[in-house]
T-cell receptor
Framework: DSGVTQTPKHLITATGQRVTLRCSPR?????VYWYQQSLDQGLQFLIQYYNGEERAKGNILERFSAQQFPDLHSELNLSSLELGDSALYFC????????????FGNGTRLTVT | GQQLNQSPQSMFIQEGEDVSMNCTSS?????WLWYKQDPGEGPVLLIA?????ELTSNGRLTAQFGITRKDSFLNISASIPSDVGIYFCNTDKLIFGTGTRLQVFP
């Protein structure tokens, strides 16, 4: 058990809809990262937060947004969903932004129909 | 942008064989990490390397941080069925290699 909790585990929704994915980091970890993994693909970095502040941004679409709350949990919002947004979305956390390993949740599998 | 080129893309080996995979980049990094992803789960850290030339083992796994700081290698000795999964290299957390998918046949 990594200590990182992601909810929900599965999400099925229709094109055009909006969803929110939630992540609770491991206790003591201040940094949260979001990744997208499409079928048989690698892990694409979306966005990173450290102690409530956005720290780094990857190839995150404008339709996607995220935030980290004062209690350090994070939410990833995906709007105007398209079929191509179907993927596994992983959250990971680490103690510090640099030089400390990532601890991953088990992901949210999003299916857009 | 920065890229990590991981090879091979996939490997199909027999139980008991040794496995080697590597990750290369055109950029210099201060950290190399190797993760394994089991089907349906999130990646799990296997080995972390923080110094050029460093050689670190974790059971049957051995990883090395290349002297040029542009590459890293992961070896698995005497593979077993539970080694099946996808192995990813990672640097600075944000960039992951494309993954090596390992299948082990009894």
């Amino acid at each position: 058990d990594s200590g990182v909790t992601q909810t929900p585990k599965h999400l099925i929704t229709a094109t055009g809809q909006r969803v929110t994915l939630r992540c609770s980091p491991r206790s003591g970890d201040l940094s949260v990262y979001w990744y997208q993994q499409s079928l048989d693909q690698g892990l694409q970095f979306l966005i990173q937060y450290y102690n409530g502040e956005e720290r780094a941004k990857g190839n995150i679409l404008e339709r996607f947004s995220a935030q980290q709350f004062p209690d350090l949990h994070s939410e990833l919002n995906l709007s105007s969903l398209e079929l191509g947004d179907s993927a596994l979305y992983f959250c990971a956390s680490s103690v510090a932004p640099r030089d400390s390993p990532l601890h991953f949740g088990n992901g949210t599998r999003l299916t857009v129909t | 942008g920065q890229q990590l080129n991981q090879s091979p893309q996939s490997m199909f080996i027999q139980e008991g064989e040794d496995v080697s995979m590597n990750c290369t980049s055109s950029s210099i990094f201060n950290t190399w990490l190797w993760y394994k992803q089991d089907p349906g789960e999130g990646p799990v850290l296997l080995i972390a390397l923080y110094k050029a030339g460093e050689l670190t083992s974790n059971g049957r796994l051995t990883a090395q941080f290349g002297i040029t700081r542009k590459d890293s290698f992961l070896n698995i000795s005497a593979s077993i069925p539970s080694d099946v999964g996808i192995y990813f290299c990672n640097t600075d957390k944000l960039i992951f290699g494309t993954g090596t998918r390992l299948q082990v046949f009894p």
